[in-house]
């Protein structure tokens, strides 16, 4: 449940507009978002459009966009590795 008390996963997503980013390769490994009419974001995995997106307020994406720009995740990048 959010904080505002609605459902995170009560939106109806069958007519938003998915996209991805422009720096993502042709492989099919990538995410998708799609802003919502509240103004809040809906983020899946392009190879499997069928499960339910994970969805974010407004406020809790810009922070996110906010840590990925200031460097928050610089060190967890450094050490992820897919294998």
């Known amino acids: 449940m959010r904080a505002d008390g609605r459902d995170p996963y009560s939106f109806d997503l069958s007519h938003?507009?998915?996209?991805?980013?422009?720096?993502?390769?042709?492989?099919?490994?990538?995410?998708?978002?799609?802003?919502l009419a509240d103004g809040s974001v809906a983020v899946r995995d392009s190879k499997r459009t069928t499960r339910r997106p994970l969805c974010f307020t407004a406020v809790e994406w810009a922070?996110?966009?906010?840590?990925?720009?200031?460097?928050?995740?610089?060190?967890?990048?450094d050490t992820f590795s897919p294998e």
């Open 63 to 77: 922070a996110f966009i906010y840590a990925i720009r200031v460097g928050e995740f610089d060190q967890v990048s």
């Open 16 to 35: 938003v507009e998915w996209r991805k980013s422009s720096r993502s390769t042709g492989d099919g490994e990538c995410v998708q978002i799609a802003v």
